[in-house]
């Protein structure tokens, strides 16, 4: 029992210390720990990229989260293990949301095409706290369209690669790069109130 | 040549998302140095960054029922008691298409069964010579019981003969 018990433990080590691939290969064998393990994983990053692409809706980030699990295992034979797994992943989620926002301008007739305006003068001053720099930030987010909101927060949220990121958004690597630069200096137009303009600021010395 | 301030800004945004040659790098690091304008800059790009790699946690009960959600959903997905194509997987390691390989073992199985039907008799039991004894047997003279001659007498329909009318007739036939 003993014996049986540690080499259970062994195993549960093993694949907790397996990379996302590995856990895929298992979980194609009808291994569910290893889902679990990936679940525990991917869950968090997952809702907080679903948050910020749904506007902080905590309910439907939640019910996303869930389907996005459900399609990835429903697809889990055609993902091929010689490819990584958090492209593959991402790019479920970011078509589930694409998906999302169809049938939400199907509703509510909204348009998730970029405003090109700034934040009122009003959002501005509401969020000029410091303290406040997030909300004006997913603010700023919200006005961006799907494809450069899901773009920057794989970047800047999910640390992807631009390679990664042109998989996932299945476009031109030079066409990311480009866009990317767009959005950071449509973001930086936005919450240009935030800039610490009155103090001394330190470099990044990491960069 | 000097770069100005704009082009060390146009660095500072490529910087966010690719990684700078040594050379520019190095010159950004110095300028930033020097310059507030820039560093300025620069700040709000890292107050960014910052502000979305921020975790936001799932609330736990919610996590945990999509956990067992997912989990059940796999369950009733694998069946391993009565799924075989879940066997097949387990036995060779790799998916298994189930349609094309019951296709493929019947269709073994039916060229099998065609090739062993026309396969010749091997049967050292019953050769050749059993046909040619067969054949000779043919011509040697028959015993007719009267049973025989009975049916024959019978199966001749309406033709009332005796039994030595039959015996000519059969022997004149055989001739």
């Known amino acids: 029992m003993q014996i049986s018990r540690a080499w259970l433990d062994r195993i549960s080590a ?5 990379n996302d691939e590995q856990l895929m290969r298992q979980i ?15 869950n968090q990053r997952l809702y907080r990229y679903l948050m910020r692409m749904m506007g902080g809706n905590t309910e439907q980030a939640a019910d996303l989260v869930q389907d996005i699990f459900i399609t990835v295992l429903d697809n889990a034979q055609q993902f091929h293990e010689d490819r990584l797994f958090a492209p593959w992943f991402f790019r479920i989620a970011h078509n589930r949301c694409k998906n999302e926002y169809r049938f939400m301008n199907y509703r ?4 998730t095409n970029d405003y090109h305006l700034s ?16 909300k004006a930030l997913e603010s700023a987010l919200m006005h961006l369209s799907l494809e450069k909101r899901s773009m920057f927060l794989l970047r800047f949220e999910e640390h992807l690669t631009l390679k990664d990121i042109a998989k996932i958004l299945n476009l031109p690597m030079g066409t990311v790069k480009s866009r990317l630069h767009y959005t950071l200096k449509q973001l930086r137009k936005q919450l240009q109130a935030f800039n610490p303009s009155n103090k001394e600021v330190n470099y990044d010395k990491n960069m | 040549m000097t770069k100005t301030c704009n082009s ?8 966010q998302y690719e990684h700078l040659i040594a050379e520019d790098a190095s010159a950004l690091k110095e300028h930033l140095n020097v310059c507030r304008e820039c560093r300025k800059y620069q700040a709000l790009y890292t107050q960014i960054t910052k502000a979305v790699d921020t975790p936001m946690a799932m609330d736990h009960t919610v996590r945990n029922r999509i956990k067992h959600f ?11 008691t009565d799924n075989l194509r879940h066997k097949l997987l387990m036995l060779f390691g790799r ?14 199985l039916i060229i099998f069964i065609y090739v062993s039907r026309k396969k010749p008799n091997n049967d050292h039991a019953m050769p050749q010579r059993a046909e040619y004894y067969h054949t000779q047997s043919l011509n040697l003279p028959r015993v007719l019981t009267n049973g025989d001659i009975k049916l024959m007498q019978h199966q001749m ?10 015996f000519s007739v059969i022997a004149i036939t055989d001739m």
């Not at chain 2, 329909?157 to 039959?166: F, L, P, R, S």
């Open chain 1, 14 to 18: 093993a694949k907790k210390r397996a």
């Open chain 1, 28 to 42: 194609k064998r009808g291994d569910r720990q290893a889902l679990g393990i990936l679940y525990e994983r991917y």
């Open chain 1, 108 to 111: 509510n007739h909204a348009t």
């Open chain 1, 119 to 134: 934040l009122s003068e009003e959002t501005i001053l509401n969020h000029i706290e410091e303290s406040d720099f997030r």
């Open chain 2, 8 to 15: 060390f800004k146009d660095l500072i945004d490529r910087s």
């Open chain 2, 70 to 80: 997912i989990l059940d959903h796999y369950r009733q997905q694998n069946k391993p």
């Open chain 2, 95 to 108: 998916p298994i298409p189930l349609y094309q390989s019951i296709l493929l073992v019947l269709s073994i």
């Open chain 2, 157 to 166: 329909n309406g033709i009332n003969m005796t039994a030595d009318t039959m």
